[in-house]
Nanobody, 126 residues
Framework: EVQLVESGGGLVQAGGSLRLSCEVS????????IGWFRQAPGKEREGVGC????????YYADSMKGRFTISSDHAKNMVFLQMNSLKLEDTAVYYC???????????????????WGQGTQVTVSS
């Protein structure tokens, strides 16, 4: 059974940092890519970035470049999202998800990602 579990969310002041973790199980990193997404209240879910662990390829949405960094730990089956210089508008529920067509769906149809975690809340305060 494929499972993804996010952690690391919380309340942080503007300008601060958080590192989110996504623990994955039930599949090989060679089979599925991992994406990070977020959804703010009243807004559509948007992509932050995605990673292919089989070759190390990482893609970021243009609006996420510079402050967000995706990384992974093979041994721990973990994928991370480091978020720096957080802004009020970064407040959202953050999700990790997995899909075989991780990049195509990241660019075209986020909702087509097959497997999703439960999400972790990130709240940025002034």
């Amino acid at each position: 059974e494929v499972q993804l579990v996010e952690s690391g969310g919380g309340l942080v002041q503007a300008g601060g940092s958080l590192r989110l973790s996504c623990e994955v199980s039930g599949f090989s990193f060679d089979d599925l890519g991992i994406g990070w997404f977020r959804q703010a209240p009243g807004k559509e879910r948007e992509g932050v970035g995605c990673i292919d662990r089989s070759d190390g390829f990482i893609y970021y949405a243009d609006s996420m470049k510079g402050r967000f960094t995706i990384s992974s730990d093979h041994a721990k089956n973990m994928v991370f999202l480091q978020m720096n210089s957080l802004k009020l508008e970064d407040t959202a529920v953050y999700y990790c998800a997995a899909d075989r067509h991780y990049l195509g769906n990241f660019l075209g149809a986020v909702v087509n990602y097959e497997y999703w975690g439960q999400g972790t809340q990130v709240t940025v305060s002034s």
